[in-house]
């Protein structure tokens, strides 16, 4: 006799085929009567002499299903057939896929073949309850000395770094996940160059010691629905190593391009358009993202670094502001330190980590909050400085910064192959402040 468990499962599982045609083709948008399905599924849309092309449903309605092709829709006709897909459903997840690209479908991108020991879990199946999620309280290290002794990072918190064009973010991204301590790295790009996805691949197959590293890309000529299943099975695979206790360090890259593929399928499902033409569920799905990182009872974590492209250097736009109430902390990089060459551009006096009193010893929150004052203050003076008004004396809180500035800003500076020691950076960074050694 058949075991029950088997019988239940047997009982559960829907083995009918439901299927619709295609009534209507409005640029990316698919219009079909049936087949039955929910907000969320695949459907497969048969196509004359090709593949079948695979489309999420956007939106249901009484008489009729949206659809948004993961691919080319330039072979479907009026009439086809469209089934009900089960062949991605969920998201792949598994120890198969470290050191690995991938997809938004988990399928290889990096040459090899399938890969194995993977199984797929459903949307939510391991996401962590509210109240298991615990504040950190252990700093990581990531070898750049402005953030381990200034802007410090704990495990489970979640940051951005902001940044307009060409200040040096997709450089700080790769030294971070080359770099920075973990059981895993996990980098999911959005809407990138396939040119960076393929250079950032080979800079990390070419590093044979660190953490394990996957790649999750949907490149910027993919669809915006491939775009946003990049970031779900990014979480997904975080999800799954957070919950085998691994520590895992999650890039997205970027959250800009995210929000704009978003909006794609918000105003192909009809939603109205909002601040700067964003759709409502680009601000019902940014919470959720950041909320399903974090740290956990027992032992996992997962620790998220989104990047944000902002329009102008004044991060005024609403994603920007968005993001910076939803984490944990900001990194702002400076396009004034990029073009004098100060690389990482880290504009230490912007940017907060809100967990710095928790991660740091006393002496290193007092190194850190000293390093801040004495760059506002220099900063506060910038105008009278540079133009020669100021006169030496007039403020002993001016002459210091004006005094410390030239060895802050060399301590600051690195290049993207050193990795520091935080103990040691952190003993750097007081004699530095103790003296009058950054004079000159």
């Known amino acids: 006799m058949m075991p029950a468990h088997v019988i239940r499962l047997i009982e559960a599982e829907d083995f009918a085929e439901y299927s619709g045609r295609v009534s209507r083709i409005a640029g990316t948008r698919i219009e079909a009567r049936g087949p039955l399905a929910r907000l969320g599924d695949y459907c497969e849309i048969e196509q004359r002499g090709t593949p079948a092309l695979l489309a999420e449903v956007v939106a249901v309605e009484p008489d009729r299903l949206l659809l948004m092709p993961l691919g080319a829709s330039s072979g479907v006709e009026l009439g086809a057939r469209v089934v009900t897909s089960r062949r991605f459903s ?30 797929r879990v459903e949307r939510q199946a391991i996401m962590a ?19 381990d002794t200034i802007l410090p990072i704990g495990e489970g ?31 999911c790009l959005v809407g990138e160059r396939g040119r960076e996805v393929e250079a950032l691949w080979a800079a990390h197959k070419a590093k044979k010691d660190g953490a394990p590293v996957t790649i999750v890309a949907a490149t910027s000529d993919e669809s915006a629905t491939m775009r946003v299943r990049a970031v779900e099975q990014a979480l997904a695979m975080a999800e799954y190593w957070r919950g085998q206790g691994k520590h895992v360090v999650l890039f997205i890259d970027s959250i800009t391009r995210l929000a704009l593929a978003l909006r794609e399928l918000g105003l192909a499902a009809g939603e109205p358009p909002t601040l700067r033409a964003l759709t409502p569920n680009v601000f019902a799905f940014m919470p959720r993202i950041v909320e399903r990182c974090g740290a ?8 998220a670094i989104f990047t944000v492209l902002s329009e ?37 006096g912007a940017s907060v980590s ?25 900063e506060e003076a910038r105008t009278m400085i540079e133009s020669g008004v100021y006169r030496a004396g007039s403020s002993p809180a001016i002459d210091e910064a004006i005094a410390k500035l030239p060895g802050l800003n060399r301590y600051l500076r690195q290049t993207s192959d050193d990795c520091a020691d935080p103990a040691r950076a952190g003993e750097q960074l007081g004699l530095l402040l103790g003296s009058e050694a950054g004079h000159g």
């Not at 956990?296 to 620790?303: F, H």
């Not at 710095?356 to 004052?373: H, I, N, P, V």
């Open 312 to 348: 102008t250097d004044d991060v005024d736009d609403p994603i920007v502001e968005l993001m910076k109430s939803l984490l944990d902390g900001h990194v702002i990089l400076s396009r004034r330190l990029a073009e004098k060459g100060h690389f990482p551009a880290i504009d230490v």
């Open 129 to 147: 309850a509210t109240l298991d999620r615990v504040t950190p309280d252990r700093a990581i290290a990531t070898g750049v000395r402005a953030i």
């Open 354 to 378: 809100r967990l710095a009193s928790r991660l740091l010893d006393r002496d290193g929150l007092a190194r850190a909050r000293r390093t801040q004052a004495l760059l506002a203050e220099y």
């Open 90 to 119: 969920g998201f792949m997840v598994g120890d198969g896929l470290a050191n690995r690209a991938i997809d938004a479908l988990g399928r290889p991108i990096d040459r090899g073949s399938p890969p194995a020991d993977t199984h």
């Open 157 to 187: 918190q979640r940051i951005g770094i902001f940044a307009a064009s060409g200040v040096g973010k997709t450089s700080l991204i790769e030294q971070l996940s080359q770099q920075i301590s973990c059981d895993h790295v996990i980098l």
């Open 296 to 303: 956990v009872r027992g032992g996992g974590a997962i620790s």
